[in-house]
């Protein structure tokens, strides 16, 4: 009689379970009167497309984007240094709200915007050396509701999430060792999103390059 297997062999791709990404997300998590008072204020953010370097070749970013943070908070990604500009009214009282809800103590932000779907942001990690080991980063939507993936950097696992206006995705420490993200171009997308991606960085890291 034919011996049945006891399960002992190596295990089936449909056994392996895939990884999940140490995320949370809250859909609406800002109304649609705070949702509304940061767009407007937004129209008046110095946004701009840096050149940055990648693999080597310099090019401007497919979006707009400013860098706001406390005194001392200043950014380093892709060879561009960026001085954090003071904090506007509405992006400081949604860092507090963070802080009040989820204990976030982010002293930065960086906004991003996309005026429609031809604009996007490439495969990264948020792992920049300034980034505080063990901190959380928080990414709020505004505005049209895009894709944003999410891949596993070993076993190259993806996540797709559709981020609508309102929306909160906390990324939890170390989401950025062992994941990369991205927003792809959807051509189909008409309308301009926001992004506010909030950080918790150290302090005067980049003090020595500041000084006069």
């Not at 981020?163 to 301009?192: A, I």
């Amino acid at each position: 009689m034919k011996q049945q297997g006891f399960g002992f062999g190596a295990p089936h791709d449909s056994d392996v379970k895939a990884p999940e990404p140490p995320i949370k997300l809250i859909r609406g998590y800002l109304n649609k009167a705070q949702q509304l008072a940061l767009i407007e204020e937004a129209s008046a953010y110095p946004l701009s497309s840096p050149i940055i370097k990648v693999y080597g070749k310099q090019h401007a970013i497919p979006r707009t984007q400013v860098w706001f943070g406390d005194e001392g908070c200043d950014y380093l990604y892709s060879g561009l240094f960026v001085k954090a500009l003071s904090w506007p009214k509405y992006a400081r009282l949604l860092q507090q709200k963070l802080k009040r809800d989820f204990g976030l103590n982010s002293n930065g932000v960086l906004v991003n915007r996309y005026a429609d779907g031809t604009e996007s942001m490439g495969w990264h990690s948020d792992d920049e050396p300034e980034i505080a080991i063990g901190s959380d980063i928080a990414s709020v939507t505004l505005g049209a509701t895009r894709d944003f993936f999410i891949r596993h950097k070993s076993s190259h696992h993806k996540v797709n999430i559709s981020l609508e206006s309102g929306d909160l995705l906390l990324m939890h420490w170390p989401m950025q060792n062992e994941w990369e993200h991205s927003l792809p171009r959807r051509m189909k997308v008409m309308e301009p999103r926001l992004n506010f991606t909030f950080r918790t960085l150290v302090n005067d890291f980049h003090k020595e390059i500041t000084k006069d």
